[in-house]
């Protein structure tokens, strides 16, 4: 007797509509991942759910597909909190793919965008909204948005937002919204705090757990270098000379981004940076640069170390060691995605021996220690040959746009939102 489960062919068996079908096959996905197997039918459902599963696993499918399927049958908007700018671009792009043949309308409210073209796009009565938390907060306070038609919630990289200090917001957030609701909680790793999120906030929540927390991308080579600070930069020079394609150089500071990104210019290679004091305009520019082929080189802080979606990259090199040690699983899966192999290679200095050992108990592996090669004779200039970063308590600062003055705006409400056309 064979007792072997038989999974559905495709997205087919899972629930999802006709129509939504048709256009899933229309745009080539034709194999769900495992969060999405597992998370779709549960969540079509209407079920609370926490998902864990590492980023790139296909996390905005396995709730986007639920969401626009119940908004389009009830009516009622959807709300999905975000930990920054870019990850709410991506996901917006996503459902513009998938909802814009049904004739879904979405909003992204993000921090750093102009408060004028937000209150435009909200008085086109959007379906779904596609937040940050400081920005939520700012449209709260001015009473430009109202929360009580929510009808789906979704918190997509929770213990992000936790670790930039958002929780006071999503808490905020959380007393704007109507109590029958449904809650969609995904995360990466499972802290207490979300816990306690899900317990004061979600009834009844099934948990969908596809990855164990630490679970590094199964195609990425690692290694790790041991360098004194001072030879850091000549070893990326090192790197950048080794391998052609293209490189995502982290930080862990956005003082250190900026040297990098100025001494990478002056290795030959165009490069580009991202981080908090990037103004949402220029933090564009070098995505779309360096997905497009503009930039070789993207240097960034853990701002973006879950915020790049960006296939085809061949290398992507820890300059710096993160604060927190489960950053490295977020940042070494921006290479290796859609199936594809990659390399992740991390400088740490002889002192932090014990943060590669804390980052090898994370991710049940030992990471291979390479031989330092030799280095390039010729230091870069004076300004840059002494990298030293800021110092490692640096606060990290919520992100959230300029005020505006209260009053004298129409609330952004549940009603006078034309359907979908399913």
């Known amino acids: 007797m064979n007792n072997t489960t038989q999974l559905p062919p495709g997205f087919y068996g899972l629930g999802i509509a006709p129509k939504l079908l048709e256009i899933l096959d229309r745009l080539k996905f034709k194999v769900p991942t495992p969060i999405q197997l597992k998370s779709i039918p549960i969540a079509i459902e209407g079920?609370?759910?926490?998902?864990?599963?590492?980023?790139?696993?296909?996390?905005t499918l396995a709730y986007g597909i639920p969401l626009i399927q119940r908004l389009a049958q009830t009516g009622g908007m959807g709300l999905i909190v975000l930990p920054t700018r870019e990850l709410a671009l991506q996901v917006d792009e996503t459902f513009q793919k998938i909802g814009k043949p049904i004739g879904l309308r979405t909003a992204v409210l993000i921090g750093g965008a102009s408060m004028h073209n937000q209150l435009q796009e909200l008085r086109k009565r959007p379906h779904v909204l596609i937040v940050t938390p400081g920005r939520m907060i700012d449209h709260l306070e001015q009473k430009t948005v109202r929360l009580d038609g929510v009808k789906v919630l979704v918190l997509d990289e929770a213990d992000r937002m936790l670790d930039m200090g958002f929780e006071p917001q999503i808490k905020r957030i959380f007393q704007h919204l109507p109590s029958e609701r449904q809650t969609m909680l995904f995360s990466a790793t499972m802290p207490t705090e979300i816990v306690r999120i899900a317990q004061s906030f979600m009834k009844l929540p099934v948990r969908v757990e596809i990855a164990r927390a630490g679970t590094a991308a199964e195609k990425v080579a690692q290694e790790v270098f041991f360098v004194n600070k001072e030879d850091k930069l000549r070893?990326?020079?090192?790197?950048?000379?080794?391998?052609?394609?293209?490189?995502?150089?982290?930080?862990?500071?956005?003082?250190?981004?900026?040297?990098?990104?100025?001494?990478?210019?002056?290795m030959g290679h165009s490069s580009a940076?991202?981080?908090?004091?990037?103004?949402?305009?220029?933090?564009?520019?070098?995505?779309?640069?360096f997905k497009k082929g503009k930039y070789r080189v993207l240097v960034a802080t853990d701002i973006a170390a879950r915020g790049i979606d960006v296939t085809g990259i061949e290398l992507v090199v820890n300059f710096d060691l993160p604060d927190h040690t489960e950053e490295y699983v977020h940042r070494i899966g921006r290479t290796g995605r859609a199936g594809q192999s990659g390399h992740?290679?991390?400088?740490?200095t002889?002192?932090?021996?014990?943060?590669?050992?804390?980052?090898?108990?994370?991710?049940?592996?030992?990471?291979?220690?390479?031989?330092?090669?030799?280095?390039?004779?010729?230091?870069?200039?004076?300004?840059?040959?002494?990298?030293?970063?800021?110092?490692?308590?640096?606060?990290?600062?919520?992100?959230?746009g300029p005020r505006r003055p209260r009053g004298g705006r129409r609330p952004f409400g549940r009603s006078h939102r034309r359907p979908m056309v399913y």
Do not use: W
């Open 344 to 348: 992740a290679i991390s400088f740490a």
């Open 273 to 289: 940076e991202i981080h908090s004091d990037r103004s949402l305009a220029q933090r564009r520019d070098a995505l779309d640069g």
């Open 47 to 59: 079920k609370d759910m926490m998902g864990i599963a590492q980023t790139g696993t296909g996390k």
């Open 350 to 400: 002889p002192d932090q021996r014990r943060d590669v050992r804390d980052i090898e108990r994370l991710t049940r592996t030992m990471l291979p220690v390479s031989k330092l090669p030799e280095l390039p004779a010729h230091l870069q200039p004076a300004s840059l040959r002494n990298y030293t970063g800021a110092p490692a308590g640096e606060p990290r600062r919520p992100e959230r």
């Open 235 to 266: 070893l990326l020079q090192k790197m950048l000379d080794e391998y052609r394609g293209t490189v995502l150089v982290f930080s862990r500071t956005k003082h250190g981004a900026k040297r990098i990104a100025r001494a990478v210019k002056q």
